[in-house]
Nanobody
Framework: QVQLVESGGGLAQAGGSLRLSCAAS????????MGWFRQAPGKEREFVAA????????YYADSVKGRFIISRDNAKNTVYLQMNSLKPEDTAVYYC???????????????????WGQGTQVTVSS
């Protein structure tokens, strides 16, 4: 079992920044890929960014490329999502996810992730 706890969400103005954290506990070995997804009201959950745990290869959705940065701290078992130049369309619940079987390639496939956090709300005002 892996437990994922997101934090750092909140309210920001357009153009501002927020940093999300995802702390992993429990079965912390063999975490191949960690991902961030988001779901806006009335929309499907979508991929935001992902990082491979061992090498640190990163993947981004086109909508956030150049604005968001995903990183990880192996010692703290934590993944971060630094969100800059926020836009109102970034408003959503953000979820952290973990792939412990090594089935996710490229970060985007939601079905490949085994564990999910409870989500944290991000609201960007114009």
């Amino acid at each position: 079992q892996v437990q994922l706890v997101e934090s750092g969400g909140g309210l920001a103005q357009a153009g501002g920044s927020l940093r999300l954290s995802c702390a992993a506990s429990g079965r912390t070995f063999s975490r191949y890929t960690m991902g961030w997804f988001r779901q806006a009201p009335g929309k499907e959950r979508e991929f935001v960014a992902a990082i491979t745990w061992s090498v640190g290869t990163t993947y981004y959705a086109d909508s956030v490329k150049g604005r968001f940065i995903i990183s990880r701290d192996n010692a703290k078992n934590t993944v971060y999502l630094q969100m800059n130049s926020l836009k109102p369309e970034d408003t959503a619940v953000y979820y952290c996810a973990a792939d412990v079987r090594g089935t996710v390639v490229g970060g985007r496939r939601q079905a490949g992730y085994d564990y999910w956090g409870q989500g944290t709300q991000v609201t960007v005002s114009s």
